[in-house]
T-cell receptor, first 113, second 114 residues
Framework: KQEVTQIPAALSVPEGENLVLNCSFT??????LQWFRQDPGKGLTSLLLIQSSQREQTSGRLNASLDKSSGRSTLYIAASQPGDSATYLCAVDSGGGADGLTFGKGTHLIIQP | KAGVTQTPRYLIKTRGQQVTLSCSPI?????VSWYQQTPGQGLQFLFE???????NKGNFPGRFSGRQFSNSRSEMNVSTLELGDSALYLC?????????????FGPGTRLTVT
């Protein structure tokens, strides 16, 4: 059974810092990995999707990497801003789209102005 | 293009009642998945529908059911509500229900069972 772990569970940093969020998964047989952000009481916003054949994806200040063999992904946020404060979730697709995503518990990020 | 919409946004029900939640996917998307989010368990997969067929179901009791219509809209039903069913219910849509495509989530329905 796939399990996804995110470390740290919470993180508070001053504005402007570069930071890394970590995600690990137990079964390397994945189809893709997706990073989301969730604002309090809201739904999920998709940030980046990395297919199993890819090593990384970039969108603006965000860069996500995937090392399938070691079961790890990182989300790098450059020049953090207060608006980046949210819970960041990673999720893996182990079933080719039909079995749903397996989510980590998330990293609660606070960017101090 | 409109995003995923869910109705109602908030719901309060009493133990033993039943509830129906609705999800309208992004136009053109044919796959809809449902998730339950609670503080203790996080996000857990309920079921996935593609072209009106349920392809898989997560580890939830039979009180949880769903369906998908020909226009891809989906509903989920929970019968005989229990206090532990209080949660944020999220639906997600994707273009074709394969791993090639991102999943886009709606704002959720907050269900409170008293």
């Amino acid at each position: 059974k796939q399990e996804v772990t995110q470390i740290p569970a919470a993180l508070s940093v001053p504005e402007g810092e570069n930071l890394v969020l970590n995600c690990s998964f137990t079964d390397s047989a994945i189809y893709n990995l997706q990073w989301f952000r969730q604002d309090p009481g809201k739904g999920l916003t998709s940030l980046l999707l990395i297919q199993s054949s890819q090593r990384e994806q970039t969108s603006g200040r965000l860069n996500a990497s995937l090392d399938k063999s070691s079961g790890r992904s990182t989300l790098y946020i450059a020049a953090s801003q207060p608006g980046d404060s949210a819970t960041y979730l990673c999720a893996v697709d182990s079933g080719g789209g039909a079995d749903g995503l397996t989510f980590g518990k998330g990293t609660h990020l606070i960017i101090q102005p | 293009k409109a995003g995923v919409t869910q109705t109602p946004r908030y719901l309060i029900k009493t133990r033993g009642q039943q509830v129906t939640l609705s999800c309208s996917p992004i136009s053109g998307h044919r796959s809809v998945s449902w998730y339950q989010q609670t503080p203790g368990q996080g996000l857990q997969f309920l079921f996935e529908y593609f072209s009106e067929t349920q392809r898989n179901k997560g580890n939830f009791p039979g009180r949880f059911s769903g369906r998908q219509f020909s226009n891809s809209r989906s509903e989920m039903n929970v019968s005989t509500l229990e206090l532990g069913d209080s949660a944020l219910y999220l639906c997600a849509s994707s273009l074709a229900g394969t791993s090639m495509y991102e999943q886009y989530f709606g704002p959720g329905t907050r269900l409170t069972v008293t």
